[in-house]
């Protein structure tokens, strides 16, 4: 099921739940309820991906409007029926994908509900311009830091980035306006059900930018994986070299707590790492044979180029001291040693230790020791787990 066709079962769900809501109802509260949770329902298939970081549904920003369109009571529920379809309607294959997304969204929604009534009660009472601001604010940062930290807990790893706040910042006043826009502020009026429409236009406008980026990014990352092949294709090293390495320095760069911008830039100087033996003359003509530091320097050299690739080329470069740098080196060696074969693991690790000390970093050594026991890789008596 794609995109548009749960997009048509959203509208028609909210069609028919308006309809019934105003027979219930008549002139009540309810069909706005029913209309808002389809909203926060549509929202759920719409995300704003910000690089290194995890994609926001547009979902939050109607939650804002249905804080104060609703009572606590109320808003609960709604966000439970909505979130409850949405489990039926997402993408993800596996069962428990879905539950921990829609368990994530449930207590962003709680956190807001929460900083909404918890600065509103302690500000001064009434429908103030202030009061109701700061409190939708806070309702909207309770959201994203929610959803910030469950995203922590589940990939194991500290890691906030400070990088795509723009989608937070859309999210957050977009939902001030639409709900603004909906029961007003100050004493004026809203515009009811067509304010938070109207101001839903901005947001929408920005998610539509999002993903140009994320297509763009799409085709750097399609791009960077097309190139990694070229030497494998000249025969140059063997298939699968470059893509196994990459999955191998990720791994390990997770296991010593890089950054997340420092692992996309290290799983392109892993993908790359051969590229630079294409601008090698062959050993015959040279005379001798080619030095594994000029295949690293020249593909450093080629990544430095532009600046996207620059600290991608910085890892790759033969004198780097960088963790990154000596990941790279551990993991390619490794491949090497391995050659794709599980069966060779144990002597590779233990090849790998007995070099010199200047040679492979220890700390990275004592990682791929640990990744390759975690994943079942390897299972030498001499080098277990700690």
């Not at 489990?87 to 997304?101: G, K, M, N, Q, T």
């Not at 368990?103 to 918890?118: D, E, K, S, W």
């Amino acid at each position: 099921m794609n995109t548009g066709q749960r997009l048509g079962i959203v509208v028609i769900i909210g069609i028919v739940g308006a309809a019934l809501a105003e027979l219930v109802d008549p002139g009540g509260s309810t069909m706005d309820l029913v209309v808002l949770g389809a909203g926060v329902l549509g929202g759920e298939l719409f995300l704003l991906r910000p690089e290194h970081r995890a994609a926001l549904p547009l979902s939050y920003a109607v939650v804002l409007v249905l804080l104060r369109a609703a009572s606590p009571a109320e808003f609960l529920v709604t966000v439970f029926a909505a979130e409850t379809i949405a489990f039926l309607l997402r993408s993800e294959r596996s069962v428990w994908d879905r539950i921990w997304v829609t368990a994530t969204r449930m207590g962003a929604a709680v956190a807001a509900l929460g900083a909404f009534h918890a600065v509103g009660n302690a500000m001064r009472p009434g429908d103030s311009r202030w009061v109701v601001l700061v409190a939708l604010a806070a309702a909207g940062v309770a959201e994203i830091l929610v959803d910030d930290l469950l995203h922590v807990v589940r990939a194991r790893h500290f890691y906030l980035s400070t990088r795509g706040r723009s989608a937070d910042l859309a999210l957050i006043t977009s939902g001030m306006l639409m709900s603004v826009g909906f029961r007003g502020i100050g004493g004026q009026a809203g515009m009811g059900l067509w304010g938070p429409l109207l101001f839903s236009i901005p947001l929408l406008a920005a998610w539509y930018s999002f993903e140009r980026l994320a297509s763009i990014r799409r085709t750097y990352e399609q791009t960077i994986s097309a190139l990694s092949v070229v030497p494998e294709l000249a025969g140059l090293v063997r298939d699968g070299h470059a893509r196994r390495v990459a999955g191998l320095s990720v791994a390990l760069g997770r296991e010593l707590h890089l950054s997340v911008p420092d692992l996309e830039y290290l799983r392109a100087a892993a993908l790359l790492h051969h590229l630079g033996h294409l601008c090698l003359d062959d050993p015959v003509v040279r005379g001798r044979m080619i030095e594994p530091s000029e295949v690293t320097d020249k593909g450093a050299e080629i990544l430095r180029q532009t600046d996207y690739l620059r600290p991608a080329g910085d890892l790759l470069a033969s004198d780097t001291a960088s963790v990154g740098g000596q990941i790279l080196r551990v993991a390619s060696a490794f491949d090497e040693l391995t050659a794709g074969e599980s069966s060779f693991n144990d002597a590779a690790i233990e090849a790998l230790y007995s070099g010199p000390g200047y040679v492979y970093d220890p700390r990275v050594l004592d990682a791929l020791e640990r990744v390759a026991g975690a994943h079942g890789l390897a299972r030498s008596p001499v080098y277990s787990p700690a």
